[in-house]
């Protein structure tokens, strides 16, 4: 093992991330994160909805949503689920 300039002075550190990086290789860790409408957005994928629907069904705890800001922010299963439309046609 090859020490470099800043491993010289603690090689027990270099030691320790080279066992991280043998134990994580292999390791495959994929997030997805899903996409997230505001209720203008959502109020134009579903038909006979309006903002204000959206909006009170959010508050009613119908539509499962998040505030980020000012914002309310839901997914597309949750939008479909306050709806009772099923999961096979979330196809956003």
Known sequence: MKLGKNEMNNPMESIRA????????????????????????????????????????????RIDCTMSGN???MTIEALYAGFKIPATYCHA
Do not use: F, H, W
């Open 18 to 61: 080279e066992e991280i990086n043998e134990q994580q290789k292999g390791m495959v860790s994929i997030m997805t994160i899903p996409k997230l409408y505001t209720i203008q957005q959502a109020a134009k994928l579903i038909d006979g909805a309006n903002e204000k629907l959206i909006r009170k069904m959010c508050t009613d705890g």
């Open 71 to 73: 914002k309310t922010l």
